[in-house]
T-cell receptor
């Protein structure tokens, strides 16, 4: 059974810092991996989608990497801003027929 | 392009009643997924519908059910509501055949009193 773990559970940084959020999964046979952002009480906003054949994806100040063999993904946020404060969720899809399995998220707080 | 839309935004029901939540996927997406996010818990997979059929369900009792209509919109029904059903219910759609990622709606906040 696939399990997704995110470390740390919470993170507080000063504005301007570069930071890394970690995600690990137990079954390396994934179809794709997706990073989301969730603001309090809101839905999920997709940040980056990495297909199983890809190693990384970039969007603006965000870069996500995928290492299937070790069951790990990282989300790198450059030059953090207070507006980046949110919960970041990692999710893996086990196959084209599967559904997304989520980690519990990392709650990020960026202090001005 | 319109995103995934969910209605209602908020719903307050009494224990024992039934709740119906609705979801319209992105145009062209045939797959709809339902998730429950209870306070302090992670996202739990509820149901997956694709092309009108239920394809998979999570570890939830049968009083959680739903359907998908010919236009691929979906509704989630929760019967015999319990206090623990209070949660944010999120719907997502994807184009399964093109391997697209999931796009989520803004959710329905269900409160059972």
């Amino acid at each position: 059974k696939q399990e997704v773990t995110q470390i740390p559970a919470a993170l507080s940084v000063p504005e301007g810092e570069n930071l890394v959020l970690n995600c690990s999964f137990t079954d390396s046979a994934i179809y794709n991996l997706q990073w989301f952002r969730q603001d309090p009480g809101k839905g999920l906003t997709s940040l980056l989608l990495i297909q199983s054949s890809q190693r990384e994806q970039t969007s603006g100040r965000l870069n996500a990497s995928l290492d299937k063999s070790s069951g790990r993904s990282t989300l790198y946020i450059a030059a953090s801003q207070p507006g980046d404060s949110a919960t970041y969720l990692c999710a893996v899809k086990g196959g084209s027929q599967g559904n997304l399995i989520f980690g519990k998220g990392t709650k990020l707080s960026v202090k001005p | 392009e319109a995103g995934v839309t969910q209605s209602p935004t908020h719903l307050i029901k009494t224990r024992g009643q039934q709740a119906t939540l609705r979801c319209s996927p992105i145009s062209g997406h045939t797959s709809v997924y339902w998730y429950q996010q209870a306070l302090g818990l992670g996202l739990q997979f509820l149901l997956w519908y694709d092309e009108g059929e239920e394809r998979n369900r999570g570890n939830f009792p049968p009083r959680f059910s739903g359907r998908q209509f010919p236009n691929y919109s979906s509704e989630l029904n929760v019967n015999a509501l319990e206090l623990e059903d209070s949660a944010l219910y999120l719907c997502a759609s994807c184009d399964r055949h093109r391997g697209s990622g999931y796009t989520f709606g803004s959710g329905t906040r269900l409160t059972v009193v």
